[in-house]
Structures are given as structure tokens and as C-alpha cells.
């Protein structure tokens, strides 16, 4: 938040908790941290962005989240129903993004596995709780594997890109080689720095055993 300084707040000039538009959530929060994340995202919230457990929201209704982000997908299939369930409660169109590496898919249930690997998102997704589900009848509604291949203008999609899915202008080009210069110089002075600090106490040694002969 440091970083962010005063763009953390609303307004910039008042750096007081209750304008700040960022929230952390979990089950060792203080009380009074909960109490102003759940009083601001129940009424016209301030805050815009929480980072939180799955304990936010449990038993309690949140009207107006659009985006849900999970780090890492849920263990089995209904617990990412509730956990994407966060958002769009009060009817408008919301989007919920799973960012996860290969690794943390061994400890899900097969469903879930099928969930972020296959097809239609909707489809897979309620799949096992109702066999007559289909894909939306707008595909760039649907989900981003539908979106992909909408064709509803003839032979492209026509629909806005939503927010995530935009290319940032500022992310730096992905290299698969690097120069590893810089690296080599790093460690040849961290071996002398280390080397010398090794004779410095030898001879450190050296002088309090003739200081006590």
C-alpha cells in the first residue's frame, strides 16, 4: 500500500483508514479491520479491492462485487461455486478468474481439473449438478473459452473486451533468454567480499592469541 501512497485513498488528502480503498480479510484479521471491509462492501463501498480468505462473505450478501480473483482453484467443484458466487448478486454481469499453475490442480477433485482445462466454463462447471446445462446463448457471455471462438458479427466478435482480458500497453516483452553478465559480476564480488571478511578474521584471530601469549 506503501508504494501506492496517497492514490490508496479517496479522497488523495486524507489518509484515514475509512478512505481507503484497499482491505485485507481473513480469520486472524483485528475486528475492527473486518467490521470496515463488511461495512463498506455492504453499503456504497469506498473500498474497491479486498484480498481475503474464503472467510469474507460467509453468511453475509454483497451486492455490487463484479470481480472475483482466486489465486490458486478451489478443492472441489462446489466450493468454486461459492467462492465465485461472491459476485454478481445483484444481477449484473460479472467476471471471476482463476490463476493457478499445473502444481496446485493435483490436490483438486477430477472435476475441477475439467473445469480449468476444458471447453465451455458454464458447461463444465454445472455439469455435475444439472446434466441439461448449455453454453450461453451469447458465446461472448458465456465464458473466455466461448468468447474465443465467437463469430457473432459474421467472422469476428463484435463485443468490448472486458477489463482483464485487455492487453496492458506497459508489459514488458517476455524474453526466453537472458544475459546472465550482470550475475557473474554479482558473484565474483560476493566471493571477495566473502574471502576478505575469511582473512580479516584470521587475522583478527591471529592478534588476541598473541595479545594473550
Not at 450461453?136 to 474465443?148: E, I, M, Q, R, V
Not at 526466453?176 to 584470521?202: F, G, P, Y
Request: proline share 5%; charged share 20%; with cysteine.
Amino acid at each position: 500500500m506503501w508504494k501506492l501512497g496517497e492514490a490508496a485513498y479517496s479522497p488523495k488528502s486524507v489518509r484515514e483508514p475509512k478512505n481507503c480503498l484497499l482491505g485485507v480479510y481473513h480469520s486472524t484479521s483485528w475486528e475492527h479491520n473486518k467490521a470496515r471491509v463488511v461495512t463498506s462492501l455492504k453499503g456504497e463501498a469506498i473500498m474497491r479491492v479486498v484480498i481475503s480468505s474464503s472467510a469474507l462473505s460467509m453468511g453475509v450478501n454483497f451486492p455490487n462485487i463484479r470481480y472475483i480473483i482466486n489465486f490458486g482453484p478451489a478443492q472441489n467443484l462446489l466450493d468454486q461455486h461459492q467462492e465465485f458466487g461472491r459476485a454478481g448478486r445483484a444481477g449484473n454481469q460479472s467476471l471471476a478468474l482463476i490463476l493457478y499453475h499445473g502444481n496446485q490442480l493435483s490436490h483438486c477433485e477430477q472435476t475441477v481439473k475439467d473445469f480449468v482445462r476444458n471447453g465451455c466454463l458454464r458447461v463444465v462447471a454445472y455439469k455435475p449438478f444439472d446434466e441439461s446445462i448449455k453454453p450461453g446463448a451469447l458465446p461472448h457471455n458465456c465464458c473466455s473459452y466461448c468468447t474465443s471462438i465467437c463469430k457473432c458479427s459474421g467472422n469476428k466478435c463484435n463485443a468490448e473486451a472486458l477489463p482483464f482480458e485487455v492487453p496492458s500497453k506497459s508489459t514488458p516483452e517476455i524474453k526466453l533468454t537472458r544475459s546472465v553478465t550482470e550475475d557473474k559480476e554479482d558473484l565474483t564480488r560476493a566471493l571477495k567480499e566473502i574471502q576478505l571478511k575469511e582473512i580479516l578474521c584470521m587475522a583478527l584471530l591471529i592478534m588476541d592469541f598473541q595479545t594473550n601469549l
